[in-house]
């Protein structure tokens, strides 16, 4: 079955750090981008990251830039992300999705979007 | 940033009635490759986001046909044209012009009358 399931998620001091995870299976996980989208309560989506599995491409919202750290891990069919010193206001679930083919030869085939989501992990940041 | 602003913010629709979400982009979307990437994703209450369209008008398998979007350069739309009670949710769009930086519009929420 082709799915993404987070996990790692709970209630964090602010100046903490948390550990999500994504755990892929049923596709190829390495001939893909993979990022992390989060939604305040009550809000909207809020694009953070993602990356190729070869590390070669990794970007990052100004709003996460040096706080969070994205890593990928394909024995493990994993992502994850580092949260570092998090604040009240990254309270949110935090959603993994799958990105565009990552291979050379998917160039005539890019979607452009997030085609496979997970169903979130809540992150509380509070005292 | 690309900013995406979507109107209406609310639509109310009557089931088997039309919609129309309106979604307007900063700059233009065309990519370097020559594609513009703008996405429309649907979010049921209680739902993980879900792809319905990728480059403005192409739709993912298993969505219904009544699902359509249209637009270019820096105005998309995104139409139902009859509406059906599954259908209620928020609906976002999605650009990825910029591979380094991408933004979501703020969401329209539709409600079923």
């Known amino acids: 079955q082709v799915q993404l399931v987070e996990s790692g998620g709970g209630l964090v001091k602010p100046g903490g750090s948390l550990r999500l995870s994504c755990a892929a299976s049923?596709?190829?996980?390495?001939?893909?981008?993979m990022g992390w989208i989060r939604q305040a309560p009550g809000k909207g989506l809020e694009w953070l990251s993602y990356?190729?599995?070869?590390?070669?491409?990794?970007y990052y919202a100004d709003s996460v830039k040096g706080r969070f750290t994205i890593s990928w891990d394909n024995a493990k069919n994993s992502l994850f992300l580092q949260m570092h010193s998090p604040r009240a206001e990254d309270t949110a679930v935090y959603y993994c999705?799958?990105?565009?083919?990552?291979?050379?030869?998917?160039?005539?085939?890019?979607?452009?979007?997030?085609?496979?989501w997970g169903q979130g992990t809540m992150v509380t940041v509070s005292s | 940033d690309i900013v995406m602003t979507q109107t209406p913010l609310s639509l109310p629709v009557t089931l088997g009635q039309p919609a129309s979400i309106s979604c307007r982009s900063s700059?233009?979307?065309?990519?370097?490759?020559?594609?513009?990437?703008l996405s429309w994703l649907q979010q049921r209450p209680g739902q993980p986001p879900r792809l319905l369209i990728y480059?403005?008008?192409e739709r993912i398998s298993g969505v219904p046909d009544r699902f359509s979007g249209s637009g270019a350069g820096t105005d998309f739309t995104l139409k139902i044209s009859r509406v059906e009670a599954e259908d209620a949710g928020v609906y976002y769009c999605?650009?990825?012009?910029?591979?380094?930086?991408?933004?979501f519009g703020g969401g329209t929420k539709v409600e079923i009358e």
């Open positions: 999705a799958r990105g565009d083919c990552s291979r050379s030869d998917c160039s005539d085939s890019l979607l452009g979007a997030f085609d496979l």
């Open positions: 049923g596709f190829t996980f390495s001939d893909y981008f």
């Open positions: 990356m190729s599995s070869s590390g070669t491409t990794i």
């Open positions: 700059q233009s979307l065309v990519h370097s490759d020559g594609n513009t990437y």
């Open positions: 480059k403005i008008s």
């Open positions: 999605m650009q990825a012009a910029t591979s380094h930086s991408l933004t």
